[in-house]
């Protein structure tokens, strides 16, 4: 009994992570409005190693369509604005010798289409991460009841991990609905 309670915890953790690696994910895409999240993925090279963008420098929003960079080194300028050229997020900085902005362009349609599909893309990754899980907890329920624990209760468990595998699939669809309205609003 302890056991098959402990797979439908082990489960449970397993899949709220696959929701949570979602939910950052598309924190990351950029949906038309400045948010400092979008560069949580940026690394920088400072003294000898890669550091987070957040590590060197102050990020922040002063208004909707902008994001500022302030790095806490002067010297980290350089470095910063050749991480942000080089990385994804596909804004051009500029650097007036103190600060480094990043206007935030409004979204073209083709762009909009191309990032509803990333996050459709990331989703679906997450929902394999929930499907695997179940198959794992459901390979050791059959394995736990071919070494003698009650039949019925091993149908049980399934069915309580069915459950919560639709309850975390219900969630992972409504955070990429609710991503796409974002990112399809003009």
Do not use: C
């Not at 500029?94 to 073209?108: V, Y």
């Not at 595998?165 to 974002?182: M, S, T």
Request: hydrophobic letters at 40%; charged letters at 30%; a neutral charge.
């Amino acid at each position: 009994m302890a056991a098959i309670k402990n797979v439908l915890e082990q489960a449970e953790a397993k899949m709220l992570q696959s929701v949570t690696f979602l939910e950052e994910a598309l924190v990351r895409i950029r949906a038309g409005k400045a948010n400092v999240h979008i560069l949580d993925g940026v690394k920088v090279e400072s003294y000898g190693s890669l550091m987070p963008l957040t590590s060197v420098a102050t990020v922040s929003t002063p208004d909707a369509k902008t994001i500022t960079v302030l790095p806490w080194d002067k010297t980290m300028l350089q470095p910063i604005e050749k991480a942000l050229m080089d990385s994804e997020v596909g804004i051009t900085p500029e650097n007036n010798g103190e600060i480094i902005r990043l206007g935030i362009p409004p979204l073209t349609e083709e762009r909009r289409k191309m990032l509803v599909k990333q996050t459709r893309t990331d989703a679906e990754n997450a929902k394999i991460g929930v499907r695997n899980v179940r198959r794992d907890a459901n390979d050791t329920i059959k394995k736990a009841v071919k070494e003698g624990t009650p039949e019925d209760e091993g149908k049980e468990t399934e069915a309580a991990i069915q459950k919560m595998h639709d309850k975390y699939l219900k969630k992972l669809d409504e955070l990429i609905a609710a991503k796409e309205r974002e990112i399809m609003t003009v």
